[in-house]
């Protein structure tokens, strides 16, 4: 519906508005197409309405938790940095 009268993608809306809401988005793609998309995204605003629509889907439940075994997988992943190019 917004995607539309905007002329954008889901992803889109949702950066969009994570930017007008004041967070930090750091959006990753290997996808040239994606990367533009992302950077596509200044065009336009959302209402005030809007964004309070978005914002009351939020379910408040959490998708995401960090444990110390988690972070320890991250760790692993980073290359030593005088390895790094």
């Not at 197409?33 to 959302?46: Q, V």
């Not at 309070?52 to 997988?73: F, G, H, M, Q, V």
Request: aromatic share 10%; glycine share 4%; proline share 7%.
């Amino acid at each position: 519906m917004l995607g539309e009268k905007y002329g954008k993608s889901p992803a889109q809306i949702i950066l969009k508005w994570h930017i007008q809401d004041g967070n930090v988005v750091i959006p990753g793609s290997k996808n040239p197409d994606h990367i533009r998309d992302n950077f596509n995204i200044f065009d336009f605003e959302l209402t005030e309405d809007e964004m309070n629509e978005i914002r009351a889907l939020d379910k408040k439940k959490r998708y995401y938790y960090a444990t110390p075994e988690i972070l320890e997988s991250y760790v692993e992943m980073i290359p030593p940095v005088d390895e790094q190019k």
